[in-house]
């Protein structure tokens, strides 16, 4: 089962290195090494939105690997003026999810770009 399972996520675990740093995404996280692909790993079943915090990245696409299946998604609140990302909400519906483990795919339009500050006062609007 475990062979099977690798063999159908290959992508997100070999030729990768450590995704996220804590706060970002709750779970394990692998980045390709171009840094354009982020993989997030949810090992519990996902029965809601998955959110995923402090993507400055324009999104290319989101996908679950194994399925291949396109997944919606869509960034609520933040800052732009203050280059301040809001949270990112990825649908994981009933199709897309593995029974073991679901692996989401984010392609980025570019190396990663994460939001690591405080924020600040809104001195004036």
């Keep these: ?37 982020l993989y997030l790993f949810c090992f519990d079943r996902p029965y809601d939105d998955v959110p995923l915090k402090g993507i400055r990245n324009r999104i290319k696409k989101i996908t679950a690997l194994g399925s291949g299946m ?16 809001g949270i ?16 989401i795919k984010i392609e980025l339009d570019g190396e990663i770009d994460l939001y690591r500050e405080s924020g600040q006062n809104i001195e004036s609007n």
């Design 88 to 103: 990112l909400w990825i649908d994981v519906p009933e199709d897309a999810i593995d029974k073991d483990c679901t692996v």
């Design 70 to 85: 396109e997944l919606g998604y869509k960034k609520l609140g933040g800052a732009p003026w203050l280059n301040i990302p």
């Design 1 to 37: 089962g475990l062979g099977e399972w690798i063999r159908r996520h290959d992508e997100a675990i070999y030729d990768t290195e450590a995704g996220l740093p804590p706060g970002h995404f709750y779970g394990p996280s692998t980045l390709s090494k171009d840094k354009k692909t």
